[in-house]
């Protein structure tokens, strides 16, 4: 297996261990898995996420000798803001929405990529793309609206979350961009360590108004939440310096089955037929999209 399949899989099972105790902190004491767990924000998540990766991430660059602050601070402060913005969303959109449906929303975050690429690395996009993305937008369109397509629907969706989910997933693609423009000036330790550096003085102050107190096993789910993230965030990174982004970019969309399993074996999360369509038609555009685009990188080559 090549080295940039395997850390883009292990970013995809580590983050779905991450979403799932986050979903069980957003239900609370009313989750059927760990019996009398807080409720507990997803901000304080990204804060207790961020003290984290920051301890780790800071001990490494100072035993590597590396530039504390990086080199490309411009792109790497890009990095850390959008990155943060995303997460933050994102942990908001789990814990209302089901994980399969906002993790799979999150997926759009190539699509959003692509874009961006455009205009800022230059990239060409060909027509059958632009298929593609509407494609996926259209499965998006499909989840907010299946309230009205089946009327006795297992679970409720608000279309504000939906919309949020859409956003987060924006800044998830312009993180990648970042990442993109970093490869040849920073180390992928560096390129991580940007976003808690940005995430604890905002969480911390966001914590100020709702702070919940961990107790008992709590402290440990915050621990594993904050280790699975750094593993994940930096086999992601690692993942995208040591190959191409249109090879090991479709074996992410893995992290979407394992979500659905996961939601519908263990937190009992039932989709009505709309929802599933809608995340499968997502699933397709993002998937043709990014072949579409191996394969016109491999011509360029050519």
């Known amino acids: 297996m090549k080295k940039g399949i395997f850390y883009i899989v292990l970013s995809g099972l580590s983050f779905v ?37 920051f301890s780790i991430s800071s001990g490494i660059i100072l035993y590597r000798g590396l530039p504390f602050f990086g080199t490309n601070k411009k792109w790497l402060t890009v990095r850390g803001f959008s990155g943060m913005v995303a997460l933050t969303i994102f942990f908001q959109s789990i814990q209302q929405m089901p994980i399969a449906v906002a993790s799979t929303i999150q997926y759009l975050a190539p699509i959003f990529t692509m874009i961006l690429a455009m205009f800022m ?11 593609f993305v509407v494609m996926a937008f259209f499965g998006v369109l499909l989840i907010g609206f299946n309230g009205f397509l089946e009327s006795s629907s297992p679970v409720e969706l608000n279309p ?21 423009k970093l490869k040849p000036t920073d180390e992928p330790i560096n390129i991580v360590s940007y976003f808690p550096m940005m995430a604890i003085p905002v969480m911390s102050f966001w914590c100020l108004f709702d702070f919940v ?13 904050g280790l699975c993230t750094q593993v994940a965030q930096v086999c992601l990174t690692r993942a995208l310096h040591v190959e191409s982004s249109s090879l090991i970019m479709p074996f992410q969309y893995l992290g979407s089955v394992y979500a659905f399993l996961v939601g519908y074996l263990i937190l009992d999360e039932r ?28 011509a360029e080559v050519l």
């Open 121 to 131: 690395l230059k990239e060409r996009i060909l027509h059958i793309q632009w298929l």
């Open 213 to 225: 107190m961990p107790i008992g096993i709590e402290w440990l789910i915050l621990l594993l939440i």
């Open 271 to 298: 989709l009505n037929t709309p929802v599933v369509i809608g995340v499968s038609i997502i699933l397709l555009g993002v998937i043709f999209n990014t072949i579409i685009k191996a394969k016109k990188r491999q």
């Open 160 to 180: 504000m979350w939906i919309g949020l989910g859409v956003v987060s997933a924006a800044f998830s693609g312009l993180a990648y961009v970042a990442i993109v």
């Open 17 to 53: 261990v991450v979403n799932f105790f986050v979903k069980l902190f957003g239900t609370g004491p009313e989750n059927n898995v760990i019996p009398g767990l807080q409720k507990i924000p997803a901000h304080e998540l990204v804060l207790a996420r961020s003290i984290i990766s």
